[in-house]
């Protein structure tokens, strides 16, 4: 939680749009707390007063801490009186393990209110906007919907369907294999693309491989590294499909079976937002076949095994014709040293970057 200056906000306007500035900077908050607040959305506010005094930025503390409002309004102080908040999803409305932040802003004398998304949790879903209304608070709706709509778009799948947003990670060589044919497959990608792949991790509440990884290569499916730093207190649950060799190092680990949609129901049950799925090429060909992925993303290396006989990304039948192909549409394409993370719109086809 931090403040800035009304000036240095307004500064950043888009088109003089004061509005939109202010809620990318709302945005910016609340991405910078994406790792810490699931399953609660990762939120953002910026409580702008009325005078000349400095505007107050606040993002969504872990389970059980503040939300984005109350945060800001701690900052805001009593300059919160008459002045404009901006705020990524809907005020929330309902008692939980913190009081109901649409209360909180009555309270503070906000005049203006400034949402991006309404929230499509069924407890709130326009109740915090209708409250903030009945008290004579003017409310705006939908500014940077689209950018934010890209920002919560595992949190709003998950509060609108039940299912966590299941995100297919891949790593391989620009003629498409994971492995060599004797299965060696460290490091296809550099250390940049490997911090980032746990910056992934960190970002989600499950990580699942299947028990052919497991038995293959062990592995331990922990956020060790975020840029050269450990990641502390954000360790993914780990889910395997199939039965867990003895004495794996991925144990302790929930252990799954049978259709992938009541997979994804558990665990959407469970709470789990955003799923990663790390592999092998069996379970990736499923969930894709299956039509289950929201994000896949690709970590190219410029590297060839340069034959046939490597390992795919896929296993298993693929397009029998051309006309069967699955054809995506790319998100984004990032330089990571070397190597490209490549991002594509799955099955929602959502906007944006959701990780």
């Not at 799923?275 to 994000?295: M, Q, Y």
């Not at 051309?322 to 070397?338: F, K, Q």
Request: hydrophobic residues 45%; negative net charge.
């Amino acid at each position: 939680m931090f403040v800035r200056s009304r000036g240095g906000l307004v500064g950043q306007a888009v088109d003089g749009d004061e509005d939109r500035a202010m809620m990318l900077e709302a945005i910016e908050a609340a991405a910078g707390v994406r790792a810490q607040t699931s399953p609660n959305p990762w939120v953002g506010c910026v409580i702008v007063p009325a005078g000349e005094e400095p505007a107050a930025l606040g993002a969504t503390q872990p389970p059980g801490g503040p939300h984005a409002e109350a945060v800001a309004l701690e900052l805001a102080g009593a300059t919160a009186a008459g002045a404009v908040a901006y705020v990524t999803l809907e005020p929330c409305c309902h008692d939980g393990r913190t009081p109901p932040c649409a209360d909180a802003l009555i309270a503070a004398g906000v005049r203006r209110v400034v949402v991006g998304l309404v929230d499509p949790d069924p407890r709130v879903s326009g109740g915090g906007i209708a409250r903030l209304e009945a008290a004579g608070i003017e409310v705006t709706v939908g500014v940077c919907a689209e950018e934010i709509g890209a920002q919560l778009a595992a949190y709003v799948k998950h509060r609108s369907t039940g299912r966590p947003w299941v995100v297919l990670k891949l790593a391989a060589s620009l003629d498409g294999r994971t492995a060599a044919p004797d299965g060696t497959s460290r490091w296809i990608t550099g250390p940049l693309a490997r911090a980032d792949a746990h910056l992934l991790r960190a970002e989600s509440d499950a990580i699942l491989v299947g028990a052919g990884t497991v038995r293959a290569d062990d592995p331990l499916l922990t956020v060790r590294s975020v840029g050269g730093k450990a990641v502390e207190g954000r360790e993914p649950l780990r889910v395997v499909l199939g039965p867990i060799p003895d004495g794996a190092r991925v144990r302790p680990a929930l252990e799954l079976g049978g259709d992938l949609g009541g997979v994804l129901d558990e665990l959407g049950s469970r709470g789990v937002v955003q799923l990663l799925i790390e592999g092998g090429a069996n379970v990736a060909h499923d969930f894709h076949h299956a039509g289950l992925v929201d994000r896949y993303v690709l970590y190219l290396a410029p590297v060839f095994f340069g034959g046939d006989d490597g390992r795919p990304v896929f296993g298993g039948a693929g397009a029998a014709t051309i006309d069967d192909v699955w054809r995506g549409r790319i998100m984004s394409v990032t330089p990571l040293g070397p190597d490209l993370r490549v991002d594509l719109a799955g099955v929602s086809g959502g906007a944006g970057n959701a990780s």
